[in-house]
C-alpha cells in the first residue's frame, strides 16, 4: 500500500517495538476495501473510510500489540466511528511459533479477522480486534476456535463464521509472509 501512486504519506510513522510490527501511516485518501472474493494479502482488512490512514501491522500473539490496542484502541475506534479515520489491519502470524505456542493462536486468529472482514462485518472488526488482543494464549490457556468464534459474536458479528478460521488460514499465512 506505501508503494501505491495513489497514496502519499505526508506524516508520521511510528515503529513499536521490534516484535509488534505495528505502524501507523496518515495519509490524506481514503482507503477502499478489498471485496470479499479477492480479498489481496497485502491490501489489510480495511475498516471505515476516513480521510487520515492508519495501517496497523498486529499479531494477535504479540503482546506489545495488545498493549497498544489496550493504550489506543478506544480513541482508535471513535476515529473510525466518527469518520476521521480509515484503520487497515495488516494481520501477522509469526508470534505464536516464537512464543511456543503449539495452538497456532495468531494464524487462527488472523483467520478469523479476514473471514468477518469477507462477511462484510465491518462494525464488529474493531471490536472482535480488541477482544481477540484481551484473549491472548497464556500459560494456562489458549483460546479454542470456538472461543474465537464467541469473540467474533461477543463483537456483534452476525454472519456464520463457523468455517472462517479454517478457510481463510491460508490467506492469513499469506498476508504473514506478504510482508
Excluded at 90 to 106: F, I, L, N, Q, W
Aim: proline share 6%.
Amino acid at each position: 500500500m506505501f508503494g501505491s501512486s495513489r497514496r502519499r504519506m505526508v506524516g508520521c510513522l511510528a515503529l513499536i517495538p521490534t516484535v509488534a510490527l505495528a505502524a501507523v501511516a496518515c495519509s490524506p485518501a481514503a482507503a477502499t476495501a478489498p471485496s470479499p472474493a479477492s480479498i489481496d494479502p497485502t491490501a489489510g482488512i480495511v475498516v471505515g473510510d476516513g480521510a487520515v490512514d492508519i495501517q496497523l501491522w498486529s499479531d494477535p500473539s504479540c503482546p506489545h500489540c495488545m498493549s497498544l490496542d489496550a493504550a489506543i484502541g478506544d480513541d482508535l475506534a471513535a476515529f473510525v466511528a466518527d469518520g476521521t479515520a480509515t484503520w487497515t489491519l495488516h494481520p501477522m502470524t509469526y508470534v505464536s511459533a516464537k512464543r511456543g505456542d503449539t495452538t497456532d493462536y495468531s494464524t487462527r486468529a488472523a483467520a478469523l479477522l479476514l473471514g468477518a472482514a469477507a462477511a462484510s462485518e465491518d462494525d464488529a472488526l474493531l471490536p472482535l480486534y480488541a477482544l481477540i488482543q484481551r484473549n491472548q494464549v497464556t500459560a494456562d490457556h489458549s483460546p479454542s476456535d470456538e472461543e474465537l468464534l464467541g469473540f467474533a459474536t461477543t463483537a456483534g458479528a452476525a454472519s456464520d463464521l463457523s468455517t472462517a478460521i479454517t478457510d481463510y488460514t491460508g490467506l492469513a499465512t499469506a498476508a504473514n509472509d506478504a510482508w
